[in-house]
């Protein structure tokens, strides 16, 4: 047979690679410390995340997953099932607690907010019992728009006043004692009327699920408006 030269071998090519992990989700869960995305993201999924009662339960973002046949209409109503189907479902994502420069990389909100950047809405619960839950949410929307090249401030929202068992006084578990509102709650409600830009507000309480499938059914119909809206 004819003989062919073969190339001498030759070292390979070494290189060290940076990987960065964003996690895809439909929804950014966003909130100061002990907002109570936990509690919300574990009452609306199969998701078992830490909640305790104090800042930096969540060191790193969780996931869960809501399907509203079994998760909002528990009952026997055929009719309401028959509207929706698995593909309706939403992909959560719940952020750990950003503190003012997080942007900066303060308290590693580089490191969460980057998983921000692969959803379609954020969920910006405010927590009622704050001492001022205007300020916590001018404060992390800041934190929003400085990040990265600003495309995070272009991403729609909808805030929910989470913790609103809070305002009827009523007995709380052992760890919650102690929490109050410092507003009452038209109080609070023109407060972040004349500081949002849009007319997205709702009100719950995830530990009581008050106001939760209410909630989860409009963000699930805002949701398919914004994918519509991006794939157009």
Known sequence: GV???RLAPS????????????????????????????????SVTRAKPK?????????IPNLGVWTPVS??????NAQSNSEYSASDGLVLCDVPGLIAGAA????LGHAFLRHVERCHVILHLIDATSND????????NREIVKYGSGQLAKMPQVVVVNKVDAFEGTAAEEWEEGLQVKFDRDELEAKLKQALPHTRLMWM???ERDGVDDLMGRLAAFVKKVKDTDSS
């Open 71 to 76: 998760d909002m209409y528990k009952n026997d």
């Open 11 to 42: 070292g390979g090519q070494r290189r060290k690679l940076k990987l960065l992990l964003k996690i895809v989700a439909d929804v950014a869960l966003v909130g100061v410390p002990n907002a109570g995305k936990s509690t919300f993201l574990a």
């Open 104 to 107: 900066q990389g303060v308290g």
């Open 133 to 140: 839950p205007i300020a916590d949410y001018e404060m992390l």
């Open 51 to 59: 909640i305790a009662n104090y800042p930096f339960t969540t060191v």
């Open 3 to 5: 003989r062919r030269p």
């Open 205 to 207: 309480s995830a530990k």
